[in-house]
């Protein structure tokens, strides 16, 4: 076991029940696919970080049946919360219990992040109590912490879907003295804006599964 972890945080594969905001302009089939794909590139960029990597995903009997050679592959257990603040302050508690001393959260929609990010926010977490990656839309999409500094006080009574996630999450970092590094700003991939964006930046990486599904239908990405 390595002294640091990253806790992929999704939801299994199932059609209809992931990036359903894409739905609205993408067939169940192709939005299906394309979170298939940013699966498949997160976790490639968690296999050669220098951590463990985990897998916390929301309860879903059929898609567990479904994905259990996916979560057989790595040590997984469900999320458990009331909603996703405490959701994330289980998973980070359930993994520190584990043994591991600097943990980060990541979630399942951005294809774009590399093991050097992931690195980089285990090397702040070795000088600061938090590292965090804020996207573009206000929110963030890395959360780090040591086990020192897991306090439910950046999970507590946020408005998720607002736009000053990352901003309420600092200042409540800085009011309870916790030392914070941040890193890079990426895009998060929730609509079809989004996905153009992060094919308009991509396109030239033939290493990424989503490039190659967004290609492959570029024409009625396009189109929409």
Same mark, same amino acid.
């Given at each position: 076991m390595k002294e640091n972890a990253v806790i =992929?945080? =999704?939801k299994l594969p199932s059609k209809g029940k992931v990036k359903t905001r894409l739905e609205k302009d993408l067939a169940p089939e192709l939005v299906l696919s394309l979170y298939n794909a940013f699966i498949s590139d997160i976790l490639n960029a968690c296999s050669t970080a220098d951590a463990d990597t985990i897998i916390a995903y929301l309860p879903d009997s059929e898609a567990e049946e479904e994905h259990k050679t996916l979560l057989a592959g790595y040590t997984s257990f469900r999320q458990r919360g009331c909603d996703l603040g405490e959701r994330m302050f289980n998973a980070f508690a359930d993994t520190y219990g584990s043994g591991y001393r600097r943990c980060v959260l990541i979630g399942s929609d951005i294809p774009a992040i590399r093991s050097n990010i992931l690195n980089d926010a285990f090397r702040m977490l070795e000088k600061t109590d938090i590292a965090i990656g804020p996207s573009s839309d206000g929110g963030y999409y890395l959360l780090g912490n040591t086990a020192v500094s897991n306090s439910d006080v950046f999970y507590k009574d946020i408005e998720w879907s607002s736009p000053d996630v990352y901003e309420k999450t600092k200042s409540r970092i800085e009011l309870h003295g916790y030392s914070m590094s941040r890193l890079e700003i990426l895009n998060d991939i929730d609509n +079809?804006?989004? =996905? !153009? %964006?992060f094919?308009? $930046?991509?396109?030239?990486? $033939?290493?990424?599964?989503s490039v190659r599904v967004i290609t492959e239908n =570029?024409? +009625?990405? +396009? %189109? !929409?």
């Open positions: =992929l945080f =999704l +079809l804006s989004d =996905l !153009v %964006k094919y308009e $930046t991509n396109c030239g990486d $033939t290493a990424s599964m =570029l024409e +009625l990405i +396009l %189109k !929409v």
